[in-house]
């Protein structure tokens, strides 16, 4: 690993040496251990934090160059890209609905289910977690066990700045349809979003459910329940509603954890 890392930060700091056939192998290492979910952008390391391997995201990066433009024909479909496809759906227990398209470098584990969707390289997804018709997960984006990514849903990626984290949703979270999270916001475990909710790394995630609202930028706790809000702020024109996020309660201990979004929203006294 340590060879591998030193390879892939030399190539980054002088991008002459792509020319070199152990540098392209170092990268193409990495794409493919990414791809099988041997190795992730990020991982969890306790303590609800997780790590980001700068290295490896620079890794992605390099792939770009390092690959010709080609033609790839899927039955009557043609694409012209640098990134060939993922195909090795049958052998992980994979269920990827026509048009449902991963690209090489994204994990996605056993059970997962795709409707007509996208997942970008460097991302990962899994086991049991159902990506629904027209939801995208970006680059790098970390997605947990038996998730429910909602139809539109739309997860940021991130490569660049290489610093930056990427979004992450862990276990058993249920993002209603149109839900957007980029910029690297967290979802904890077991969150539900409601629909058209937008959480970006400056969007105010406010609990209402104390006798004084509780503010969070960037994380939501575990178990939230989510909707979208709006709040007062003044400009120099006058005072406007701008959005933001409210955590209505807790989704509750004995609730299935695959329980529908409306079940959720139910329970706190949400009209769906």
Same mark, same amino acid.
């Given at each position: 690993?340590?060879?591998?890392?030193?390879?892939?930060?030399?190539?980054? $700091? $002088?991008?002459?040496?792509?020319?070199?056939?152990?540098?392209?192998?170092?990268?193409?290492?990495?794409?493919?251990?990414?791809?099988?979910?041997?190795?992730?952008?990020? $991982?969890?390391?306790?303590?609800?934090?997780?790590?980001?391997?700068?290295?490896?995201?620079?890794?992605?990066?390099?792939?770009?160059?390092?690959?010709?433009?080609?033609?790839?024909? #899927?039955? =009557? /479909?043609? /694409?012209?890209?640098?990134?060939?496809?993922?195909?090795?759906? &049958?052998?992980?227990?994979?269920?990827?609905?026509?048009?449902?398209?991963?690209?090489?470098?994204?994990?996605?584990?056993? *059970?997962?289910?795709?409707? =007509?969707?996208?997942?970008?390289?460097?991302?990962?997804? *899994?086991?049991?977690?159902?990506?629904?018709?027209?939801?995208?997960?970006?680059?790098?984006?970390?997605?947990?066990?038996?998730?429910?990514?909602?139809? *539109?849903? *739309?997860?940021?990626?991130?490569?660049?700045?290489?610093?930056?984290? =990427?979004?992450?949703?862990?276990?058993?979270? /249920?993002?209603?349809?149109?839900?957007?999270?980029?910029?690297?916001?967290?979802?904890?475990?077991?969150?539900?979003?409601?629909?058209?909710?937008?959480?970006?790394?400056?969007?105010?995630?406010?609990?209402?459910?104390?006798?004084?609202?509780?503010?969070?930028?960037?994380?939501?706790?575990?178990?939230?329940?989510?909707?979208?809000?709006?709040?007062?702020?003044? /400009? =120099?024109?006058?005072?406007?509603? #701008?959005?933001?996020?409210?955590?209505?309660?807790?989704?509750?201990?004995?609730?299935?954890?695959?329980?529908?979004?409306?079940?959720?929203? &139910?329970?706190?006294?949400?009209?769906?």
């Amino acid at each position: 690993m340590q060879d591998l890392r030193k390879l892939i930060e030399d190539a980054w $700091d $002088d991008r002459a040496l792509l020319q070199h056939t152990d540098y392209i192998n170092a990268i193409d290492t990495v794409i493919e251990r990414l791809d099988k979910g041997e190795m992730r952008v990020a $991982d969890p390391v306790g303590n609800g934090h997780w790590h980001t391997h700068e290295w490896i995201k620079k890794a992605v990066i390099l792939y770009f160059p390092t690959r010709p433009m080609q033609e790839i024909s #899927v039955g =009557p /479909f043609v /694409f012209h890209d640098k990134m060939k496809l993922k195909t090795d759906y &049958r052998k992980n227990n994979v269920r990827v609905v026509p048009h449902g398209i991963a690209r090489y470098g994204a994990h996605l584990a056993s *059970g997962v289910i795709m409707m =007509p969707s996208y997942v970008n390289i460097g991302a990962y997804v *899994g086991e049991g977690t159902m990506v629904d018709t027209w939801a995208t997960v970006g680059s790098c984006a970390q997605i947990g066990k038996h998730c429910h990514l909602s139809g *539109g849903v *739309g997860i940021g990626g991130v490569l660049e700045p290489v610093q930056a984290s =990427p979004v992450i949703v862990e276990d058993n979270c /249920f993002l209603g349809s149109r839900a957007i999270v980029v910029e690297g916001v967290h979802l904890e475990s077991e969150v539900v979003l409601g629909a058209n909710v937008v959480l970006t790394a400056s969007t105010k995630i406010i609990d209402v459910t104390h006798e004084k609202p509780i503010e969070y930028i960037g994380r939501v706790p575990a178990r939230s329940v989510v909707i979208p809000g709006t709040y007062p702020k003044k /400009f =120099p024109g006058g005072e406007y509603h #701008v959005p933001c996020a409210l955590i209505i309660g807790k989704r509750k201990e004995s609730t299935d954890k695959k329980t529908s979004l409306n079940d959720a929203l &139910r329970e706190n006294n949400v009209a769906v």
